[in-house]
């Protein structure tokens, strides 16, 4: 059972656009929605997580919207640059049990 | 300070030998997880510890698959009798779970190969 979907699997932008990736989930006993970046030959690293008690987190160029209704949140990498090249994998976990649960990953590409 | 490390960083064996995956937490973590990625996917958990507790073993695919924590330090993953489906990288992470923080920092993985 796939808890956490994820899309698009691959996303090409070009440099100083508007990356943007979707994940949706099923349990609604989560309540800690993380994102990680990836990079090849790399273990996932932090980029930036939110709570449902808030519907949006910006940190920099990056924001995590979170819509509680829908089940759903999604990563927005304003001004994508080159550097943000990496694969990104969303994750969902909830306290008592910090286990995460990833999305299928994106594979995002900034193009000159 | 030093980060999560894991070693070997690559591992080939051959079909049906045992492996065993090691894994250094940073410092003071309690918490410490395994997860699989295999090719183009996304992570898999495994097995969680967190201190003194009874594991989380729920994620293990096999009985073949065991991982064992000593104290709050050094875990390994063994697999036994490996089959070439277990053929992936191996992620560690360790979290402190306090103050209400959930981040789990993640070492650089192994990458198995089952020829």
């Known amino acids: 059972q796939q808890q956490v979907k994820q899309s698009p699997q691959s996303l090409i932008v070009q440099k100083g656009g508007i990356s943007i990736i979707n994940c949706a989930y099923e349990n609604t006993a989560f309540d800690y929605f993380p994102w990680y970046q990836q990079f090849p030959g790399k273990g996932p690293a932090l980029l930036i997580a939110?709570?449902?008690?808030?519907s949006e987190k910006k940190e920099g160029r990056f924001t995590i919207s979170f819509n509680k209704s829908a089940k759903q949140f999604s990563l927005h990498i304003m001004d994508s640059q080159p550097g943000d090249s990496a694969t990104y994998f969303c994750a969902a976990s909830f306290a008592g049990n910090e286990k995460l649960t990833f999305g299928t990953g994106t594979r995002l590409t900034i193009i000159p | 300070g030093a980060g999560v490390s894991q070693s070997p960083s690559n591992k080939v064996t051959e079909k049906g030998k045992d492996v065993e995956l090691r894994c250094d937490p940073i410092s003071g973590h309690t918490a410490l997880y395994w997860y699989r990625q295999r090719l183009g996917q996304g992570l898999e958990f495994l097995i969680y510890f967190q201190g003194n507790s009874a594991p989380d073993k729920s994620g293990l695919p096999s009985d073949r698959f065991s991982a064992e924590r000593t104290g709050e330090s050094v875990s390994t993953l063994t697999i036994q009798r490996t089959q070439q489906e277990d053929s992936a990288v191996y992620l560690c992470?360790?979290?402190?779970?306090?103050?209400?923080?959930?981040?789990?920092?993640f070492g650089p993985g192994t990458r198995l190969t089952v020829t």
């Open positions: 939110i709570r449902p008690d808030v």
């Open positions: 992470a360790s979290s402190t779970t306090s103050g209400g923080s959930y981040e789990q920092y």
